[in-house]
């Protein structure tokens, strides 16, 4: 029941609307649980060990960023549409590209452009929205753009859905999207040219009882593909591994972590809120190297309730997917710390993360970014990590083809005035380490952020928002009670 209350107090339980209004002060304080302000974050020194940025280019509302096999393009969500940047000069890197208006020749308007996705071989970019559900009268769906010529892609298909785009997944011509129905959330298949439904699957066909367990705990928030495998994190629910070497008839491989739908269906609203929040479970994120033999699953997570000694920042577990039938956990790489581990506080759980050969590109929002020699996955050894938790949070990190570069999006920074706002968002390029392992422990101080206060605000599917979809349908449509299931 303390719980419960703290989560009320802290404005996490939000009845009826899909998204909660940013929490920051124009001055960077915060209530806290008792009401009153904490203190501002001071001036930080960054951390810079193997790596440094090279560049930086402003892109408002910047979230999801992926790059073109040659390492010279990259493609990005920008919450209100999309952004072609060239890195020719990953110290100069210009923006070719910005569509505010996909839909400007329609009725309705695309919003929440959290995720892009590039099918590179048959030069098509995925774009979907809105990533949470919104006012029933917006564009939901997928818009898929010819990008042949980077410098004026052509849109070639627009797909509408009954439910809310976090995020989708493009290959082989095809789209994947996390179709998040309430009482069937699973993945559906669209023909990336044509429209046309191909395939559509449901943690639900294996068993009925996920239909009575709340969208927050079985929420689909993200799909990999990678050879005939796709890879699905239900939060909660953990991780399915699912054969779409024929994308119309999706096959059951496996399925890790998570807990039983019966275990999650039996938790009481409050119980299904805080659950939702705190590990175990949280997959948030799955992504392969490029043989598809390693696998890793990122958990996002805070600390609900500090006085529990429970929760806090999720990491990235990697796991031996060579027999896909079979997956096997080889180790955890731990997050970066935090002084406040509440979903007010600094975020510095695992968002998205690729692989590029024995490494791992790795991005943890205000914990910065940070590259992993993967090369015995038992045991990652840190080679660079880069963090200015006053100025940036890290949406993902994508290394650039085979150039020595990677990129990272921030998705906020600061304006004049000190407020930390997503119009201040930012690509940065950094430069690829060298091998080697930083020597410094990796411990707050050594982390360079003494001194720092709750910040809050609401990035991406997190647990807010996980909250406010238990009360509505898996399309938005309409408001539910507390104890009503999804």
């Given at each position: 029941m303390r719980r419960r209350r703290f989560l009320r107090r802290s404005g996490l339980v939000a009845g009826g609307l899909g998204l909660l209004p940013e929490?920051?002060?124009?001055?960077?304080?915060?209530?806290?649980?008792?009401?009153?302000?904490?203190?501002?974050?001071?001036?930080?020194?960054?951390?810079a060990e193997g790596t440094a940025p090279l560049g930086r280019l402003p892109i408002g509302g910047l979230r999801e960023v992926v790059t073109s096999p040659d390492g010279e393009t990259a493609y990005c969500a920008t919450?209100?549409?999309?952004?072609?940047?060239?890195?020719g000069d990953p110290a100069a890197p210009e923006l070719l590209v910005d569509e505010r208006?996909?839909?400007?020749?329609?009725?309705?308007?695309?919003?929440?452009?959290?995720?892009?996705?590039?099918?590179?071989?048959?030069?098509?970019?995925?774009?979907?929205?809105?990533?949470?559900?919104?006012?029933?009268?917006?564009?939901?769906?997928?818009?898929?753009?010819?990008?042949?010529?980077?410098?004026?892609?052509?849109?070639?298909?627009?797909?509408?859905?009954?439910?809310?785009?976090?995020?989708?997944?493009?290959?082989?011509?095809?789209?994947?999207?996390?179709?998040?129905?309430?009482?069937?959330?699973?993945?559906?298949?669209?023909?990336?040219r044509t429209g046309e439904t191909v395939g559509d699957w449901s943690l639900a066909d294996r068993d009925e009882q996920w239909r009575d367990v709340r969208l927050q705990n079985w929420v689909l928030h993200d799909v990999f593909v990678h050879d005939g495998t796709a890879y699905l994190p239900f939060w909660d629910a953990g991780t399915v591994l699912l054969d779409v070497s024929d994308p119309s008839t999706p096959e059951f491989r496996s399925h890790i972590r998570g807990q039983p739908p019966g275990q999650l269906a039996a938790l009481t609203s409050g119980e299904a809120d805080d659950e939702a929040m705190e590990p175990p479970g949280n997959d948030h994120y799955t992504a392969t190297s490029e043989d598809g033999d390693l696998l890793g699953v990122g958990v996002e997570a805070w600390d609900a309730d500090p006085d529990d000694d429970a929760g806090g920042p999720g990491g990235i577990t990697l796991y031996d997917v060579s027999d896909?039938?079979?997956?096997?956990?080889?180790?955890?790489?731990?997050?970066?710390p935090t002084p406040d581990?509440?979903?007010?506080?600094?975020?510095?759980?695992?968002?998205n993360f690729a692989f590029r050969g024995d490494r791992l590109y790795?991005?943890?929002?205000?914990?910065?970014?940070?590259?992993?020699?993967?090369?015995?996955?038992?045991?990652?050894?840190?080679?660079?990590?880069?963090r200015d938790s006053l100025e940036t949070g890290f949406w993902t990190a994508v290394p650039a083809g085979d150039r020595d570069i990677f990129v990272a999006p921030s998705w906020k920074g600061r304006d004049e005035a000190g407020e930390y706002t997503a119009e201040r968002a930012a690509l940065y390029t950094f430069s690829d380490p060298a091998t080697g392992t930083p020597t410094s422990a990796d411990g707050a101080s050594s982390d360079g952020q003494p001194g720092f206060g709750p910040l809050a605000g609401v990035a991406g599917l997190g647990a807010g928002v996980l909250y406010a979809l238990a009360r509505r349908r898996g399309d938005g449509s309409s408001d539910r009670t507390s104890d009503r299931k999804v």
């Amino acid at each position: 029941m303390r719980r419960r209350r703290f989560l009320r107090r802290s404005g996490l339980v939000a009845g009826g609307l899909g998204l909660l209004p940013e929490r920051v002060a124009s001055d960077d304080t915060a209530a806290n649980s008792q009401g009153t302000p904490t203190s501002s974050p001071r001036e930080t020194t960054p951390v810079a060990e193997g790596t440094a940025p090279l560049g930086r280019l402003p892109i408002g509302g910047l979230r999801e960023v992926v790059t073109s096999p040659d390492g010279e393009t990259a493609y990005c969500a920008t919450t209100d549409g999309f952004a072609v940047v060239d890195l020719g000069d990953p110290a100069a890197p210009e923006l070719l590209v910005d569509e505010r208006e996909p839909l400007a020749d329609r009725e309705g308007t695309l919003s929440d452009v959290f995720d892009v996705k590039l099918d590179a071989a048959n030069d098509l970019l995925a774009v979907v929205g809105p990533a949470n559900p919104i006012q029933a009268d917006a564009f939901r769906g997928l818009l898929v753009y010819d990008v042949s010529d980077r410098t004026a892609p052509e849109r070639v298909t627009v797909y509408e859905t009954d439910y809310f785009n976090h995020n989708c997944f493009a290959t082989d011509g095809h789209v994947y999207l996390c179709a998040n129905r309430g009482d069937r959330n699973g993945v559906v298949v669209v023909n990336a040219r044509t429209g046309e439904t191909v395939g559509d699957w449901s943690l639900a066909d294996r068993d009925e009882q996920w239909r009575d367990v709340r969208l927050q705990n079985w929420v689909l928030h993200d799909v990999f593909v990678h050879d005939g495998t796709a890879y699905l994190p239900f939060w909660d629910a953990g991780t399915v591994l699912l054969d779409v070497s024929d994308p119309s008839t999706p096959e059951f491989r496996s399925h890790i972590r998570g807990q039983p739908p019966g275990q999650l269906a039996a938790l009481t609203s409050g119980e299904a809120d805080d659950e939702a929040m705190e590990p175990p479970g949280n997959d948030h994120y799955t992504a392969t190297s490029e043989d598809g033999d390693l696998l890793g699953v990122g958990v996002e997570a805070w600390d609900a309730d500090p006085d529990d000694d429970a929760g806090g920042p999720g990491g990235i577990t990697l796991y031996d997917v060579s027999d896909p039938t079979a997956p096997e956990e080889l180790s955890v790489i731990e997050p970066p710390p935090t002084p406040d581990p509440t979903f007010d506080g600094v975020w510095t759980t695992s968002h998205n993360f690729a692989f590029r050969g024995d490494r791992l590109y790795t991005s943890w929002y205000r914990g910065g970014v940070r590259v992993y020699d993967v090369s015995d996955p038992t045991e990652p050894a840190l080679l660079a990590r880069w963090r200015d938790s006053l100025e940036t949070g890290f949406w993902t990190a994508v290394p650039a083809g085979d150039r020595d570069i990677f990129v990272a999006p921030s998705w906020k920074g600061r304006d004049e005035a000190g407020e930390y706002t997503a119009e201040r968002a930012a690509l940065y390029t950094f430069s690829d380490p060298a091998t080697g392992t930083p020597t410094s422990a990796d411990g707050a101080s050594s982390d360079g952020q003494p001194g720092f206060g709750p910040l809050a605000g609401v990035a991406g599917l997190g647990a807010g928002v996980l909250y406010a979809l238990a009360r509505r349908r898996g399309d938005g449509s309409s408001d539910r009670t507390s104890d009503r299931k999804v």
